[in-house]
């Protein structure tokens, strides 16, 4: 089995560390790690490094840090924009996309979209996908979190999908499977998950103009089942899986 990976602001620069606060509690506390057990740190942003338990107090370890590395950004990166689903579903979708590889979600406040996020509330909705994530990526021993961007208008993802390499719109009632369209090569791939209700043909006219219209299979997937079902292909065709 591979070593649990804990998550801290920056890798020290010297070969001695702590590892306290909710990281800390959960390996000393909850994991109950042991003097010479091994674990990986992280900062998240592609930065590891191999440690070893030396001490244990309640709520932190003493760690010797060894073995460094830097893994590479992924290329292209995969951007999902997720229309925001009812109940736990964002969450749930935030979990296995985490799992599989995605590198940004942006939430998406689709016209049909019967969640709202708003003021304060909005925030803490939001705050929940980045959590999720957070323990998705330590679960799935990932070097980099991905990023949950501010939710986004219609105007505001419109604006952000100009900037994309590549846009892929899923919908049911294309005919092109996503197997078969051609990828980039670098850059930004946005692949765009709408709501339960589908898009409006006003949405559906705006997204267009990026590009035309792709399925994944006969079957019609909820919004939470359709981008890990889509980002399983694209990881599979970009010869990461």
């Not at 990986?40 to 460094?68: C, N, Y």
């Not at 924009?81 to 998406?108: F, H, N, S, Y």
């Not at 323990?135 to 900037?163: D, N, Y």
């Not at 990828?183 to 209700?197: A, F, R």
């Amino acid at each position: 089995m591979s070593e649990p990976v804990f998550l801290i602001k920056a890798l020290p620069a010297t070969d001695q560390a702590t590892l306290d606060g909710p990281e800390g509690h959960h390996a000393a506390d909850v994991q109950r790690l042991r003097v010479g057990e091994k674990l990986t740190l992280s900062d998240g942003s592609g930065h590891l490094a191999d440690a070893e338990v030396t001490a244990v107090r309640k709520g932190e370890l003493d760690l010797l840090l060894s073995h460094r590395r830097t893994i590479p950004a992924p290329n292209p990166r995969l951007i999902v924009a997720q229309a925001l689903p009812k109940g736990d579903r964002g969450e749930r979708a935030t979990q296995m996309m985490t799992e599989i590889g995605v590198d940004e979600i942006i939430p998406w406040q689709s016209a049909r979209s019967i969640t709202q996020w708003k003021g304060p509330r909005g925030e803490k909705s939001r705050q929940k996908w980045v959590n999720v994530a957070r323990e998705a990526s330590k679960q799935a021993r990932r070097a980099t979190l991905p990023t949950i961007a501010e939710v986004h208008t219609t105007k505001q993802l419109v604006q952000r999908l100009r900037e994309a390499t590549q846009v892929l719109l899923l919908h049911e009632e294309a005919t092109e499977p996503l197997s078969g369209v051609s990828l980039v090569g670098d850059g930004d791939i946005i692949l765009i998950i709408g709501p339960e209700g589908s898009l409006t043909p006003e949405e559906l006219a705006a997204f267009t103009q990026f590009g035309a219209p792709i399925r994944l299979g006969q079957t019609v997937l909820r919004t939470s089942t359709a981008g890990p079902a889509a980002l399983s292909v694209l990881q599979s065709r970009l010869g990461r899986w």
